[in-house]
């Protein structure tokens, strides 16, 4: 099975990853375009949910909440973050655009220890990461000082010609502190949107070894291993990061034959 799930083109969803299409246990993921009034309907009977308002406005409606006019920006590729909705298990919702916009519906298992809210742009952290040419800029939409059960979500913009989630890093064992088990999903948006990133996911036994070509919209599943992205000069990168496994924590491990990156002078 390809690691790789090609968007569509037209139509409402642009992609979906379920554990079962993913043959894993915690991550879902759905990317959805909506017209003015088009609706999207969220139910989720065991897993918590993240909606994420990457660009164009809609509104959120739950049995008991009305979240009207929420989106700050056209593009994903503009310098601010976005809104976001967290959504407990058993929560049903519509999502209904208000103009043209794009959603992103983050999932993992939990038991409704926590409320559902209204995540605003102020909110989230934002920050750079790496040196050099593998300078990349961060988003935390919901991270682990956040509430939530098992879900992580995080937002990247990868300038052009930067390598970006480098040095390859993985978390897929339980080793804590040093490292945790989590599956991941990038949802890739490009800019200008005809081009193209390359992302790799490998082990170090090599058992998983993919390297592959992304286009805008292009979801890339990592249920272990490393995973490295690089964006030709030209174009920058966004991505959309959806984490989950059995214990709610993000630490990584480097790979040790790149590690020596980190300490290079510039």
């Not at 065991?46 to 008991?64: F, M, N």
């Not at 937002?155 to 890093?169: F, I, L, N, Q």
Request: aromatic share 10%; charged share 25%; with cysteine.
């Amino acid at each position: 099975m390809s690691l790789l799930v090609k968007a569509s083109r037209e139509g409402q969803t642009i992609a979906r990853v379920t554990p079962e299409t993913a043959a894993w246990r915690y991550v879902g993921f759905a990317a959805y375009r909506l017209d003015t009034n088009e609706v999207v309907h969220i139910n989720e009977p065991a897993r918590e949910v993240c909606i994420v308002v990457l660009s164009g406005k809609v509104d959120i409606d739950t049995p008991q909440h009305t979240w009207a006019d929420i989106g700050s920006r056209d593009s994903v590729f503009e310098e601010t973050s976005p809104y976001a909705v967290y959504l407990p298990p058993g929560t049903t919702a519509i999502v209904r655009g208000k103009r043209a916009s794009e959603v992103g519906v983050a999932s993992a298992p939990a038991k409704g220890e926590f409320p559902a809210r209204l995540i605003e742009p102020a909110q989230m952290k934002r920050s750079a990461r790496g040196r050099g040419l593998n300078t990349r800029y961060v988003c935390d939409i919901l991270p682990q000082t956040e509430a939530a059960e098992s879900l992580l979500v995080v937002e990247v913009k990868t300038p052009s010609g930067h390598a970006s989630s480098y040095p390859p890093h993985k978390h897929d064992t339980n080793n804590l502190p040093i490292e945790s088990s989590l599956e991941e999903t990038y949802y890739h948006r490009l800019s200008p949107s005809q081009g193209f990133a390359f992302q790799r996911v490998y082990t170090d036994e090599r058992d998983i070894d993919e390297s592959m070509a992304v286009e805008d919209h292009d979801v890339v599943m990592v249920p272990r291993g490393y995973h490295p992205v690089v964006v030709p000069y030209g174009y920058d990168s966004y991505y959309l990061n959806v984490m989950a496994g059995p214990t709610r924590v993000w630490h990584f491990k480097n790979d040790p034959k790149h590690e020596w990156i980190i300490n290079k002078d510039e």
